[in-house]
Nanobody, 126 residues
Framework: VQLVESGGGSVQAGGSLRLSCAASGYIDSRSCMGWFRQAPGKEREGVAA????????RIVDAVKDRFIILLDKPKNTLYLQMNSLKPEDTSLYYC?????????????????????WGQGTQVTVS
């Protein structure tokens, strides 16, 4: 599975962006996909994740009232709708997937649980 992110950019605080992650390859119902971010000098952290089959989502507390994770199954595309952006949201955002039949009850936000990664897209909030 190859993942290609897009949609990053520079935005003022309070603005919105929608990130996209186009997946090539087979994403079946026993897959999990997620969004992660990494700011300079910090560890990569989970932001939001979704179990593909049931559509169960999980969003980290820091953004759960502002970010939404969406999956368009026919298009094999994962989205992260980011609203009310803050300067602390500035990071390189990555899309990740695991498609080997692993599908925990609650989608994982642990980087160690994912196998496939995109190259990242930069989000800068000023």
């Amino acid at each position: 599975v190859q993942l290609v992110e897009s949609g990053g950019g520079s935005v003022q605080a309070g603005g919105s962006l929608r990130l996209s992650c186009a997946a090539s390859g087979y994403i079946d119902s026993r897959s999990c996909m997620g969004w992660f971010r990494q700011a300079p000098g910090k560890e990569r952290e989970g932001v939001a994740a979704i179990n593909v089959g049931p559509g169960t989502t999980r969003i980290v507390d820091a953004v759960k009232d502002r970010f939404i994770i969406l999956l368009d199954k026919p298009k094999n595309t994962l989205y992260l709708q980011m609203n009310s952006l803050k300067p602390e949201d500035t990071s390189l955002y990555y899309c990740a997937a695991r498609t080997d039949g692993w599908s925990p009850t609650l989608p994982s936000l642990d980087t160690n649980d994912y196998v496939n990664w995109g190259q990242g897209t930069q989000v800068t909030v000023s």
